[in-house]
């Protein structure tokens, strides 16, 4: 049988034919009217060389092609029919990995809460985190290979974006700093020695560039690729980092840091959450996806800026 010359409406037709045994109720079966319905059995008898029904008295019987017909044609349609419908994410029996990008400030603050909410609901589905590697990596071949980004920037080529959640940007120092509160005046912050973070992508610290905008150029005596190992080192030193303030509120207890509103308003930092748009639809994507944007908004707001010595 040529199947490009099929007209698999014939199938549903023949589907319907072989359950009710009967033209008129497998017509309503399908909504066609009955003289169409009788024309598709005409057409199945030609291309099956066979009557399918037959009048046995006052009633109609299917022959026993049709008989033998019936739980093959079943299946087939079923499996056609889940050709057009996405597989179920089965999160409780998943032994799926997925592979995120973010930098080291966003695992701080999410992959806590997100792993808890994965252990709960999918115990063996794997995450691996690999490091932020700049705007440059984003290309076709990257987007098959990863499940999501968290970064902040604009959409990238190939990804959806979708807002997680904002911050702002504050002076973190070790408590006891001698500077102290007094950092919050321009005289005290520019005096000061800073720790820079410089991440993978960028050719400086990002704050710099928009303090340059107002005019200001801070004393910088080191630069470290992560925004946690500014923290560990202003904690140990009279170095000032200026990080996001979500940050340093994590790690103050444990590293003994203060926050100080830094003398000029950096405004709001927005972080998204980018995945690739081939994974739009895709069930197990959805399911992380959804996790990712109940932790960030499990964040709350972004915290507000502590009022400023004078």
Avoid at 41 to 50: H, V
Avoid at 73 to 97: K, Y
Avoid at 140 to 155: C, H, K, L, P, W
Wanted: hydrophobic share 50%.
């Amino acid at each position: 049988m040529n199947l490009a010359a099929l007209d698999l409406n014939l199938l549903v037709a023949l589907d319907a034919l072989l359950r009710e045994s009967s033209v008129s109720r497998a017509a309503m079966r399908i909504g066609l009217s009955q003289p169409a319905t009788s024309h598709a059995l005409q057409r199945l008898r030609d291309l099956l060389g066979d009557p399918l029904l037959v009048r046995t008295g006052a009633r109609m019987e299917l022959t026993p092609r049709a008989l033998a017909l019936r739980a093959p044609l079943t299946q087939a349609l079923d499996q056609v029919r889940g050709l057009f419908t996405p597989d179920a994410f089965d999160a409780i029996s998943s032994e799926r990995q997925f592979r995120l990008m973010m930098p080291d400030l966003a695992v701080e603050l999410l992959m806590p809460a997100l792993m808890a909410k994965v252990t709960r609901a999918a115990p063996s589905v794997r995450i691996d985190v690999v490091p932020w590697r700049g705007p440059a990596i984003f290309h076709a071949e990257f987007a098959r290979t990863i499940d999501m980004v968290i970064s902040i920037g604009n959409a990238f080529k190939g990804f959806h974006r979708q807002l997680l959640y904002t911050d702002s940007d504050a002076l973190a120092v070790r408590r006891g700093h001698p500077a102290g509160r007094q950092l919050s005046r321009r005289e005290a912050f520019l005096a000061a020695r800073h720790v820079a973070v410089v991440l993978r992508g960028q050719g400086e610290d990002l704050i710099d560039g928009w303090l340059r905008s107002k005019g200001w150029e801070r004393r910088i005596a080191l630069v470290v690729p992560s925004y946690i190992e500014a923290l560990h080192v202003a904690a140990r030193t009279d170095l000032v980092a200026f990080v996001p303030r979500r940050l340093i509120t994590a790690l103050a207890r444990p590293l003994a840091l203060a926050t100080v509103a830094p003398p000029l308003d950096p405004g709001i930092d927005e972080q998204y959450m980018f995945y690739p748009t081939r994974a739009q639809l895709e069930p197990g994507s959805i399911w992380l996806r959804s996790l990712m944007l109940d932790t960030g908004r499990g964040l709350g707001g972004a915290p507000a800026p502590r009022p400023r010595t004078r």
